[in-house]
C-alpha cells in the first residue's frame, strides 16, 4: 500500500471505527474479553472466508488478542 497519509480523513475513520468496534490496543481483562466476543462474532459471520470484506479485520483483531496473551498469560 503507498497512499499517502491523509491525517484529515484518517482521524474521523479511526474514531468512527473506534466507536464501531473494538479495534486497538488492550490493556486490560475487560479489553480483552470484549475484544474476544467481538472477534467470535465476527468468526461466526466471516468463517473462513478469506474474500469476506471483514477477514482482515478478524486477523487484526486476533493479533491483538494474541498480543494481549502473550503478556499477560503465565509461562
Known sequence: MNAALN?????PAWQALRATAPVSHIESESDYEQATEFLNKLLDIVRDDAAHPLYSLV?????????????????
Do not use: M, Q, R, T
Not at 59 to 75: K, M, Q, R, T
Open 7 to 11: 491525517i484529515e480523513k484518517l482521524v
Open 59 to 75: 486477523s487484526v483483531v486476533g493479533d491483538l488478542i494474541e498480543a494481549y496473551e502473550n503478556d499477560h498469560e503465565p509461562f
